[in-house]
């Protein structure tokens, strides 16, 4: 009976009127009067609460606030994380191969231009017999044709012309010329002769612009006197497509040309003989 009494004082209490009465401070004259019971407080309350953590509920759900959940945003980010230090790993370890192979290229090929050249000329001048690429087991052991036209196959890959036209200076071991010049017309394109990686592409003083492109089978192609370069150092380019524009750079030229020069093994071959001009 007493439980039930003081339910019933409680119920009362809750549903009895009060006045909420606003005065002005210096008048004391009445502003507004509210009429308010304890039940409606805590249901105003009660539902004031409930659409404030609706809405934050919504934030959490729908925005990317929730990030910031702990637990939740650690798992993302570490995630996200983990993804990109993998992607980055995998760029440096191709960036720092990719950088060894240009530098022992760039060495091999200092060394054998300025040994291996030397050697050449001692040779040429000790016998007249013309030079004659090393080619695969499979290709030595078969007739070779006393000249590889543009087309012909050499190991795995082909080597096409890297411009048209008309040889003005010949292959020359004894003048240390080590490659042809070929005139062409103003603003044509230098092709690769086969597919490789740009080693060298650089202005000197005696060559001009110059790019050299490393192929298969230990073959290096140089393409000098160039009035403009369109690879860079470490490029992949494939066969016939252009590296660069016909020019006339360097101190060494003197007029409009393409010096071509094919080196295998660190030896420079007479490209007239592998490729029809």
Known sequence: ??????????????????????LDDE???????????????YLLISSALIVVGLIIILLFVFTPIKTLLPGYGDVEAN???????????????????????????????????????NVAEENTQQSNVPLELDFEPELSTARKPAKVLNKAKLGQYYLLTPIMGQISSQFDPNTKHYGVDILG????????????????????????????????NNIVSFYKHNSSL????????????????????GTLSDGPHLHFELWYNGTPVNPTEFINF
């Open 1 to 22: 009976m007493e439980d039930n009494e003081l339910l019933d004082d409680n119920k009362d209490k809750l549903k009895k009127n009060y006045r909420l009465v606003i």
């Open 27 to 41: 008048t004391l004259q009445e502003v507004s009067t509210y009429k308010l019971s304890l039940l409606n407080v």
């Open 79 to 117: 995630k996200e994380f983990i993804e990109l230090t993998q992607k980055t790993e995998e760029l440096e370890n191709d960036i720092l191969a990719m950088t060894e192979y240009l530098e022992r290229s760039k060495s091999r090929l200092v060394g054998a231009s300025e040994v291996n050249a």
């Open 185 to 216: 017309p103003k603003n044509a394109a230098i092709k690769a002769v086969m597919d490789g990686y740009v080693i060298a592409s650089d202005w000197t003083l005696e060559s001009g612009n110059t790019i050299a492109i490393q192929h298969a």
């Open 230 to 249: 369109l690879k860079k150092a470490g490029s992949f380019v494939q066969a016939g497509e252009a590296i660069a524009i016909i020019g006339n750079s």
